[in-house]
């Protein structure tokens, strides 16, 4: 009768004939059975052991009887099961027990073959709420994946559009490059070549950039915050800018004395964060024409406890639309030459850090940013 494996039977009759009666025949029957001559014993088992089914008779000496069992069981653990044994004229107790939400009720003298129909019906009871219960995590677990799966193509949607329309962008330049070589080649222009050469180069630094962009992106990384040196990372990053700026007119000032020797942190994505706000502060001063000679100024500071990087620019400056908008995915105002992955992503990494960012702009004087990082447990 019993599936599954045994399953547990508190079997509670304060007459002690039966008691063994029914012992017997349900241990027969594949149940493991637990016995209480009372509801008060009852309770204490059912509290220590919780039975999945439980048959009791409904009228039993003492203070707690069948209903009141019943009720404080149904209390404890509504999903029990509880099949009350009744004697002939008890209908309206079992009527009673039937709307505490008693499983069924069986009637004395106990045949034992509507026993075994009524356990039946117990033991389908619980296999189909099991599966009920199955069915609706699987659902849930669907929905919750079929919410990620929508988020994350809209994202992707979103994405492709911008990114085939930066594309495109760059096209027309590698387009208008081959057109300065083919021509340069025909009429042998040496100015032309050089033209289109530079056009095609730089054109081709974009497209990598934008790709490189996109991996980083569409790649899930697991931080890895660990000791590092900061006066030799903040240096390298500073040579990649200044790399970059050696034949513009401007400088880069570096300010690491009152760094920290060592802090917590992932260098690597750091310092893809670092540069992405570097080069709009190069970005920046180049599209900037008022000013006579423009600065960048790199700092690193330890602050209350905090890795501090300032980096300060006298360019363009960002208006007030500008600044609300610049952390957000794909904005840029730079046409073909920008596609508004970088602070974004740069915000997404201070964020894994637990670090904040804080940015100051003004329209026609320059921007300053201001990174904060707290030291977290590399083990945390
Ligand atoms: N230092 C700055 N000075 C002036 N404007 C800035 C500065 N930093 C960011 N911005 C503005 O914020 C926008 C978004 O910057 P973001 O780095 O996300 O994208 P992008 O530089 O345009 O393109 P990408 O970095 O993907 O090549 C820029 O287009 C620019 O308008
Ligand atoms: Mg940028």
Redo the contacts with the bound molecule.
Sequence with gaps: MAQEGKQTILLVDDEEDIRDVLRIALSNSGYDVLTAKDGDEALRIFSETRPPIVLTDIKMPGMIDGIELLQRIKRENPDTEVVMITGHGDMDLAIQSLKNEATDFITKPINVEALRVSLQRVEEKILMKKKLMEYTQKLEAMILEKTELRDRLSSLGLMIGSISHGMKGLLTNLDAGLYLLDSGIAKNHKERLQEGLETVRQTTGRIK?LVL?ILFYAKERELKIRPSEVVPFAAEVADVIENKIKDKPMELVRKFDRAPKQWNIDPDFLRTALI?IL???V??CLEDTEKPFHQITFETLEQDGELVFNIQ?N????DSD?LEK?FNLF????GTK???????ITDNIIKQHGGTIQVK?ARGKG?QFCIRIPSPDPDA
């Design positions: 950039k962009d992405n080069e709009n502060a970005d920046a620019d360019g363009t400056g960002m500008t610049a904005f840029s105002t730079k920008g596609t508004g992955f970088g602070l974004f702009s921007t």
